[in-house]
Each structure stands twice: as C-alpha cells, then as structure tokens.
C-alpha cells in the first residue's frame, strides 16, 4: 500500500470509529438543542443576518468585509460542490443509523463540509474587519462545525478539511479586498 493510501485508511478508520460513538451517544437535550439551532443557523440564516447588521453597522470598513465574506463563501460553495462530486466519500449516515439526529441531508456525499467551508470562509473574513467580534464568530463557526459531525452529517475530516479550506479562502478574500 502507497504511503497516502495508508493515511488515509488510517483517517478513515478513526473517523469510522468517531462516529460509531457519537452516533450512539444519547446527547443530553442542551447539546441536541444548541447542535440543532448552530446547523440551522449555518445553513445560511446566521450568515445573512450577519451580513445584515455589517451593512446596517459595520462602519467605514463594512463594504470590503461584506466583499470579502461573500468572495471567500461564494468561492468555498464552488469549491465543495466540485470536490464532493470528485471524491463520492458517503455520509456517516450511510453506514450507521443515528440514535436521536433525523435529519435528512442535504446531498449524497460528505466530503468536504460545506457548512464549515461557509462558516469559516465568513466568521474569519468579517473577523479581520471586524476583530472585536471575533470571538462571538469563531463560537458561531465552530458551533455549525461540531453540529455537523454530532448530528451524523459529517467525519471529522469532512469537518477539519472544510475549516482549512473556509479559512484559506478568508485569507486570500482578505487580501484581495
């Protein structure tokens, strides 16, 4: 076996055993409740009105962070809709029911997280204009990233390599603008 074939039977195996144990962890209801609202939220809802108080109060700098956050999201949505396509990984659900998440997803494939893309594509490009928010951001962006693994929407690489991509992306859409 190859050396990246190696690594990632590896990642799979501990991504298979992750969700084996969260799948079956009977969540108390706090945790079902706030991993609920955070992928809800990251399905676009708590971006937008984001963006929205940006526009109303962002200051001086709100156009060039809305810019930015809509480049790096805009260009993180082409990104993971090309790369689910090209990699065809299924979803944990496809391999072991959940014990209390019924969710259906949104598509077939898993890998990337387009959530966390978008999540950390936005919470780091309005972070960088904005740096006193940017720990109620990242909260928000972490929050929509565990949801996805929790709630058997996603493994954990799924999750890690959508927060890499979305934070690159704010990166690069930061320098841009």
């Not at 501990?14 to 399905?43: E, F, I, K, S, Y």
């Not at 598509?107 to 109620?136: K, R």
Request: hydrophobic residues 50%.
């Amino acid at each position: 076996m190859t050396l990246p074939g190696a690594m990632l039977n590896f990642i799979s195996y501990r991504d298979h055993a992750l969700m084996r144990r969260l799948n079956r962890w009977p969540a108390p209801a706090w945790v079902r409740v706030w991993m609920l609202c955070a992928t809800r939220g990251g399905d676009g809802w708590l971006w937008y009105g984001m963006a929205l108080m940006i526009a109303l109060f962002g200051g001086e700098d709100r156009f060039p962070a809305l810019g930015a956050a809509g480049l790096a999201a805009g260009s993180g949505i082409a990104i993971f809709l090309r790369l689910k396509k090209a990699t065809g990984r299924r979803r944990p659900s496809a391999f072991e029911p959940h014990c209390w998440a019924k969710l259906l997803p949104p598509d077939q494939f898993s890998f990337p997280s387009g959530h966390t893309i978008t999540a950390f594509a936005v919470a780091l490009s309005f972070s960088y204009f904005s740096p006193g928010l940017e720990l109620g951001l990242l909260f928000c962006a972490i929050s929509v990233a565990a949801s996805r693994i929790l709630l058997g929407m996603h493994f954990l690489s799924d999750v890690l390599a959508g927060a890499a991509i979305g934070a690159l992306l704010a990166y690069g859409s930061t320098r841009l603008i």
